[in-house]
């Protein structure tokens, strides 16, 4: 089955940037989304088709992919950033949904 | 407004059967694939099932194959999944989310992404 990895944590100053990096075979060729979930709330769609921001989702939130990996990037880090970030992409060699284990973001 | 509302959720024994039901509002379940995703306490999220726009395809999760099915009820634009034969890893909070489709000479398809949430429903199982 298809994998996703990602690191467990990140941690970033407010007003700094954050990265959060997701990794899979041949990802370039498949269509990453992510998204950011708040405890005890539902997740939140913020990148679509690796770098397509839904209606409403602030544009310090993008996202782009280069060979096996797949960055979603928060600029200008607020303390609401702190959340979990998920990746996700459809596989078409099983028809199966598959989401990366998620990364933390703290905002020291 | 979009809304998915989940409901059915709670306490079933190991072996026993459980049936969540997702309410939308706001458009059509006829129009786009519905999703169930979960999360155990503490942990990630894990796809579990997928109902498409055309009515013709249900996909599983290895983990839950065989043991869930997914159906769509139109008249009360509802998705609903029967879980079956539940283990006590299956405890979790279910989520159903719609899937971003686009319709091609009146065809739909799935864009792979899931653009609306419900609040999700909490499933125990446990003797």
């Known amino acids: 089955s298809y994998v996703l990895t990602q690191a467990p944590s990140v941690s970033v100053a407010p007003g700094q940037t954050a990265r959060i990096t997701c990794g899979g075979d041949?990802?370039?060729?498949?269509?990453v989304n992510w998204y950011q979930q708040n405890p005890g709330q539902a997740p939140v769609l913020v990148v679509y088709?690796?770098?397509d921001r839904p209606s409403g989702i602030t544009e310090r939130f993008s996202g782009s992919t280069s060979g096996n990996t797949a960055t979603l990037t928060v600029s200008r880090v607020e303390a609401g950033d702190e959340a979990d970030y998920y990746c996700q992409v459809w596989d078409s060699g099983t028809d199966q949904y598959v989401f990366g284990r998620g990364t933390k973001v703290t905002v020291l | 407004e979009v809304y998915l509302v989940e409901s059915g959720g709670g306490l079933a024994q190991p072996g026993g059967s459980l049936r969540l039901s997702c309410a939308a509002s706001?458009?059509?379940?006829?129009?786009?694939?519905i999703n169930w995703v979960r999360q155990p306490p503490g942990k990630g999220l894990e796809w579990v099932s997928s109902f498409n726009a055309a009515g013709v395809t249900a996909t599983f999760a290895d983990s839950v194959k065989g043991r869930f099915t997914i159906s769509r009820d139109d008249a009360e634009n509802s998705v609903h999944l029967q879980m079956n034969s539940l283990r006590a890893e299956d405890t979790a909070v279910y989520y159903c989310?719609?899937?971003?489709?686009?319709?091609?000479?009146?065809?739909?398809?799935?864009?792979?992404?899931?653009?609306?949430w419900g609040q999700g429903a909490s499933v125990t199982v446990s003797s």
């Open positions: 088709d690796d770098t």
């Open positions: 706001g458009f059509s379940v006829r129009n786009f694939t």
């Open positions: 041949n990802l370039e060729t498949k269509s």
């Open positions: 989310a719609r899937e971003g489709t686009y319709y091609t000479r009146g065809l739909p398809y799935s864009e792979g992404y899931f653009d609306f």
